[in-house]
């Protein structure tokens, strides 16, 4: 599977935001998709995680209500809708797959380059 994420750029704070990752390779829909986000000199961090079939999904604490992940099987693409940001949500965000419903990075399998995200003040 490969993956290619994109969409990152420079916003205000408060504004809005729209991440894709498109996959290529073997059957998307058999692959559980998450998004990540890593700052310099930090671990990676989980941002939201979506089942394979796109009924479950889970978000991190800190953008629960503020963040929105979806998926297209026919377009094997996942997306993440990203709204009310803050400046703390700078990062580079990157999506991945696997196969178990997971919030640890190790869990994953493939992973797409970084796409980064700059909120300003």
């Known amino acids: 599977v490969q993956l290619q994420a994109s969409g990152g750029g420079l916003v205000q704070a408060g504004g809005s935001l729209r991440l894709s990752c498109a996959a290529s390779?073997?059957?998307?829909?058999?692959?559980?998709m998450a998004w990540f986000r890593q700052t310099p000199g930090k671990e990676r961090e989980f941002v939201a995680v979506?089942?394979?079939?796109?009924?479950?999904?889970y978000y991190a604490d800190s953008v629960k209500g503020r963040f929105t992940i979806s998926r297209d099987n026919a377009k094997n693409t996942i997306y993440l809708q990203m709204n009310s940001l803050k400046p703390e949500d700078t990062a580079a965000y990157s999506c991945?797959?696997?196969?178990?419903?997971?919030?640890?990075?190790?869990?994953?399998?493939?992973w797409g380059q970084g796409t980064q995200v700059t909120v300003s003040s």
């Open positions: 979506i089942s394979g079939s796109g009924i479950s999904t």
């Open positions: 390779g073997r059957t998307f829909s058999n692959y559980v």
């Open positions: 991945a797959a696997g196969r178990n419903f997971a919030r640890t990075p190790a869990t994953y399998d493939y």
